[in-house]
């Protein structure tokens, strides 16, 4: 199986910024496609940004210029740094990997767990 762990989350000031990593681990064949959701109070869960195999990467407009997602595959991390950050960015943020176990030869969706940021105002 494959387990992800997040970090970076917390309190921060409207404006300031926030790093936050996702480490994956277990039997790791292959990665592809990793991606960061955030779930505020009373919302539904909405992705935040993508990163391909290829380090292709894509972004929700209401962060767009704001946040940069990246990976390290040699540690199998995926990160997200974010800049200028609002209110409207408070909420649950999780990272979502695909991946493939040395057992099997299909990739798998796997989620963290989730880390709390909170921007004050």
């Known amino acids: 199986q494959v387990q992800l762990v997040e970090s970076g989350g917390g309190l921060v000031q409207a404006g300031g910024p926030l790093r936050l990593s996702c480490a994956a681990s277990?039997?790791?064949?292959?990665?592809?496609?990793m991606r960061w959701y955030r779930q505020a109070p009373g919302k539904q869960r909405e992705l935040v940004a993508t990163?391909?195999?290829?380090?292709?990467?894509n972004y929700a407009d209401s962060v767009k210029c704001r946040f940069t997602i990246t990976r390290a595959n040699a540690n199998n991390t995926v990160y997200l740094q974010m800049n200028s950050l609002k209110s409207e960015d408070t909420g649950v943020y999780y990272c979502?990997?695909?991946?493939?176990?040395?057992?099997?030869?299909?990739?798998?969706?796997?989620w963290g767990q989730g880390t709390q940021d909170t921007v004050s105002s």
């Open positions: 277990g039997s790791i064949a292959s990665i592809n496609t």
């Open positions: 990163i391909t195999g290829g380090d292709s990467t």
């Open positions: 979502r990997a695909g991946a493939r176990i040395v057992s099997e030869y299909i990739f798998q969706g796997y």
